[in-house]
């Protein structure tokens, strides 16, 4: 929730995500003012749940480092060190 997901954001989410616009975590993500609720949803959803969502929270929070956290980001998380072997 601290990401501040948008509609937008869902929907650029979906498309990086490979999931359908038409499935439900899709349309939910999508709708203005989010709607959450994923684990309500039958279980043969829940991997396209997880796709959806992974997209729009991170195309959400990268948009808050861009903004909100430019030079005086005190979140670990943004700071966190590359891992062993990466790029």
């Not at 999508?30 to 829940?46: I, K, Q, V, W, Y």
């Not at 969502?53 to 005086?72: H, N, P, Q, V």
Request: aromatic share 6%.
């Amino acid at each position: 929730m601290q990401a501040h997901v948008t509609s937008a954001d869902g929907r650029a989410g979906v498309a990086r995500s490979g999931v359908k616009p038409t499935a439900n975590p899709a349309v939910m993500i999508c709708m203005d003012s989010p709607r959450f609720g994923f684990a309500d949803l039958p279980a043969a959803e829940h991997v396209k749940a997880f796709r959806v969502l992974a997209s729009a929270f991170g195309i959400a929070d990268t948009g808050r480092r861009e903004t909100y956290c430019k030079g005086t980001c005190g979140h670990a998380w943004h700071n966190l060190p590359a891992a062993p072997g990466a790029p």
